[in-house]
Structures are given as structure tokens and as C-alpha cells.
């Protein structure tokens, strides 16, 4: 398991290939999340539940620039 931290136009799958080349191995990706976008990251994130909840508290607006 690793992390990347990269500028867009970056192929993380293709990472994962290379990674196989340099290790004589092959390699693949089980598991590829995006955590940060822009301004956009996963921390500040809901799940879907609870924006389909109508019991949920949660106000949940999003201001777009």
C-alpha cells in the first residue's frame, strides 16, 4: 500500500505497471481511491446515506465558486 501525490494527467495504473517493470514482476492496482481534488477532499465529504436520510440533521449545502 502506498500513496501518490500528483499533478492531474497522472496514470496512477500506469505507476502500478512501471512499479512491476522495476521489480521484474507483474503488478496491478486492487484499490484505487481519490482523496483530493482541487479544493474538494474526503474528509470533507458526507456518505450517501445520510444525504438520502430525511431524518438526518445535516444541512447539507455546497458553495461552488
Avoid: W
Avoid at 474538494?40 to 431524518?55: A, G, K, P, R, T
Amino acid at each position: 500500500e502506498f500513496l501518490v501525490r500528483c499533478s492531474k494527467g497522472t496514470y496512477i495504473r500506469s505507476l502500478a505497471h512501471d512499479f512491476g517493470k522495476v521489480l521484474q514482476s507483474g503488478s496491478h492496482l486492487i484499490y484505487l481511491r481519490r482523496t483530493k481534488i482541487g479544493t474538494f477532499s474526503i474528509e470533507d465529504s458526507y456518505h450517501m446515506n445520510s444525504v438520502y436520510d430525511e431524518n438526518s440533521p445535516k444541512n447539507i449545502s455546497i458553495k461552488l465558486n
